[in-house]
């Protein structure tokens, strides 16, 4: 589908140059990026409003537009080497590919990027955004990171304790500006995967240990796997299915804090025992025979 | 004072074509900070970003400074409340069916 410069800034083909700015202005208070954080709809309408301008608030631009519709750039290079050609045809020369030399296509790519009199308006380039995949072990720790963006490698820094759908600017990244105008900056959202083990809130680690029923009423110890390896747990005697207990300072990385980091918290999930056997039974029923104690 | 973490304002507005009166006016409204040594105001390295977001809203869009307030404090309530979004999606993940955490 074609694409209209005109209908997407909302104005008429026949619209004074001011009523393309005041359309242009108007549009990029409502859709900038920096007034819609974390809105991907709004930076994709936000180019597309910026290709327009760029095209019609330029007097040269928007006449080719005017006259070749989107493709005006290659429109305008096509009619020149048909000129060129039949000129060459008209002078009766050698006869070949138009006679044409290289001079004559510098003037041709000159006319059509900046080679036009006056001072050329600077644009800002595009702004980029694009996202990382992290797992949540690799996230935990400060690491460098080379992601390839528009056919450019970038090496990042990617700090400890990130968190999934946190979006960074990397200045500069983004596409290049032209005639002079910087470049636009690159938005790099972190997507981070679930893990197996340990799902996050904020900066808290929460994770499920199974408990025997045998060291849940007795207490005992307890291996468990933590970010930075395995920590032994001391249970306590009559302890619930479903009970909390926190370990601080053994949950995730704070970001840009560095060597602080949240708690974990771990729920303990009471196994029964099955296939008990006769000897088991017995005790089991002795041990139900016995006055009941208070349970909580 | 140490400036290692400092950028002169001066500097900034020289580099972003910025007039200074605009970054001590965001100042006064308790947009910006600005750290004064020996006679020289500077801001804070990581308060770039938020500078520079500020003078784009100024130059780049045409709003004028009540504006920027104004858009200042909803910006940080949308992000409060797309931070808080996440956070509860997060919290409702952990109790979808197959979440073993």
């Not at chain 1, 909302?10 to 007034?35: F, M, N, Q, T």
């Not at chain 1, 500006?177 to 904020?202: E, H, M, Q």
């Not at chain 2, 920027?68 to 940080?76: G, R, T, V």
Request: hydrophobic fraction near 35%; charged fraction near 25%; aromatic fraction near 8%.
């Amino acid at each position: 589908m074609a694409v209209d410069y005109y209908k997407i800034l909302g104005v008429a083909r026949d619209a004074k140059p001011e009523a393309i700015k005041a359309a242009y202005r108007k549009l990029a208070r409502k859709l900038h990026p920096d007034l819609n954080p974390n809105d991907p709809k709004a930076k994709e309408r936000f180019q597309e409003i910026n290709t327009a301008n760029e095209v019609l608030s330029d007097p040269e631009s928007r006449k080719k537009y005017d006259k070749y519709g989107e493709q005006w750039q290659r429109g305008e290079e096509y009619e020149k080497a048909q000129q060129a050609q039949q000129r060459s045809r008209a002078g009766g020369s050698y006869g070949d590919f138009g006679g044409q030399g290289a001079a004559d296509y510098a003037d041709l790519f000159g006319d059509l990027f900046g080679g036009r009199g006056g001072r050329a308006p600077k644009f800002r380039g595009q702004d980029l955004s694009a996202e990382l995949h992290l797992d949540l072990r690799a996230a935990a720790k400060t690491h460098k990171q080379t992601l390839t963006v528009n056919g450019k490698a970038i090496r990042i820094t990617v700090p400890a304790g990130v968190a999934n759908g946190q979006t960074i600017r990397i200045q500069g990244h983004g596409g290049p500006g032209a005639n002079g105008g910087p470049n636009g900056d690159l938005y790099l959202t972190f997507r981070i995967a679930p893990d197996p083990n340990f799902s996050r809130v904020k900066n808290d680690l929460h994770a499920t240990a199974d408990l025997d029923l045998y060291t849940a009423i007795l207490g005992g110890e307890l291996m468990l796997d933590t970010l930075d390896g395995t920590v032994k747990l001391t249970v306590k005697p009559e302890t619930a299915n479903g009970a909390v207990v926190k370990l601080k300072g053994k949950g995730y990385p704070i970001y840009k804090h560095e060597g602080q980091h949240g708690d974990l918290l771990v729920t303990f999930r009471v196994k029964l025992p099955t296939g008990l056997t006769e000897e088991q039974r017995v005790l089991f029923r002795q041990l139900a025979d016995q006055p009941k104690t208070s349970t909580p | 004072m140490n400036t290692e973490n400092l950028i002169a304002i001066d500097v900034f507005c020289a580099q972003q074509e910025v007039e200074t009166s605009f970054v001590l006016a965001l100042h006064e409204r308790g947009l910006v900070t600005i750290t004064q040594v020996q006679m020289r105001y500077f801001v804070e390295l990581e308060q770039l970003p938020r500078l520079e977001q500020l003078a784009r809203m100024h130059y780049d869009l045409d709003i004028n400074l009540e504006g920027i307030e104004a858009l200042s404090h909803m910006l940080e309530r949308v992000e409060g409340l797309q931070r808080e979004l996440r956070e509860l999606g997060e919290r409702l993940g952990r109790y979808e069916p197959g979440s073993d955490t």
